[in-house]
């Protein structure tokens, strides 16, 4: 089974702080992604990325950055956080080679910014 | 640049009953269709998904998707539902020209009350 585990669960962060949300895939896939979900609004992409050091913005990359240091991990990072990314943050993974557009999720961070 | 409708927001039904979410795609080639679930604090988990050959799929907990397109839909069916289907529905289409470019565009989601 394809595994995408995410650091936290749940994060609670003041205004201002660097935040650091991890994303682990564990089935060598080439192509991981972030998205943010809020009510009413669906998934929306922020960044992913399709190889090691590769990175392309998504739909709403503005506050964020990432990095993909190793082929199993993709950082998003909030360099100054601020209370309208409070959300649901979700880490998803795929694999080039099956060609099939296919997604495997991570369980999901809420993150909490006061 | 493709997109996906979910033109219901909620959705309520009885234990029992049939069930239709319906999903409406823009895409110009065949698309790869896909339905996720999403129970409440848990990541999307892949219901079923469509991308050549019958155009009813079946996926699993007794969902299936007919891809229709003449109509550009891909609504999904269960003629039964359970309680433990309460949970929000996302429609996704993939499209692109490969390489990089696997990224899925999401429909806003419908949410699914189930009552007794």
């Known amino acids: 089974d394809v595994k995408v585990t995410q650091s936290s669960r749940y994060l609670v962060k003041r205004t201002g702080e660097k935040v650091f949300l991890e994303c682990v895939q564990d089935m060598d896939h080439e192509n991981m992604f972030w998205y943010r979900q809020d009510p009413g609004l669906g998934l929306r992409l922020i960044y992913f990325?399709?190889?090691?050091?590769?990175?392309e913005k998504g739909d709403i990359p503005e506050g964020y950055s990432v990095s993909r240091e190793k082929k199993e991990r993709f950082s998003l990072i909030l360099e100054s956080a601020s209370t309208n990314q409070t959300s649901m943050y979700l880490c998803?993974?795929?694999?080039?080679?099956?060609?099939?557009?296919?997604?495997?999720f991570g369980p999901g961070t809420r993150l909490t910014v006061t | 640049a493709q997109s996906v409708t979910q033109p219901d927001i909620h959705i309520t039904v009885s234990e029992g009953a049939s069930l239709e979410l319906r999903c409406n795609y823009s895409?110009?080639?065949?698309?790869?269709l896909f339905w996720y679930v999403q129970s409440p604090g848990q990541g999307l988990q892949l219901l079923l998904k469509?991308?050549?050959?019958?155009?009813l799929v079946q996926g699993i907990k007794g969902f299936e998707a007919e891809f229709k397109r003449s109509q550009s839909s891909f609504n999904l069916r269960k003629p039964s539902v359970h309680w433990s289907d309460a949970a929000e529905y996302f429609c996704?289409?993939?499209?692109?020209?490969?390489?990089?470019?696997?990224?899925?565009?999401f429909g806003k989601g419908t949410l699914l009350t189930v009552n007794p």
């Open positions: 990325s399709y190889d090691v050091k590769m990175k």
């Open positions: 998803a993974s795929s694999s080039y080679w099956d060609r099939d557009y296919e997604q495997y």
């Open positions: 469509y991308f050549s050959g019958d155009t």
């Open positions: 996704a289409v993939g499209a692109g020209s490969g390489g990089s470019n696997y990224k899925l565009t």
């Open positions: 895409y110009g080639a065949t698309p790869y």
